[in-house]
């Protein structure tokens, strides 16, 4: 993995876009010493969305087999609560 700082990564963006590119490599792009952002490849990004997808079947799968979420809930219910929990969290700074 290469490691660059944010602002020879803005200078040298083309260079490292054909190393991620042509030689697969991976570039972690850091700002005053901290791990920021990260150019992967397509492919590499690809792996990444199908092991989210598989965390959040699993995760479903589980929810499914609890005794306690057999209830249905509508739709705009659901929505109302989500919406509802998004302000509270927005409101603790979370």
Known sequence: MVKVEATKARNEFSELLNQVRYRSD???IERRGKDVAALISVEDLRLLEMLEDQID???ARKALAN???KVRVPLEIAKRRHRERAKIRKRKGS
């Open 26 to 28: 991976r570039v972690l």
């Open 57 to 59: 079947i699993d995760a």
């Open 67 to 69: 005794p306690k979420n």
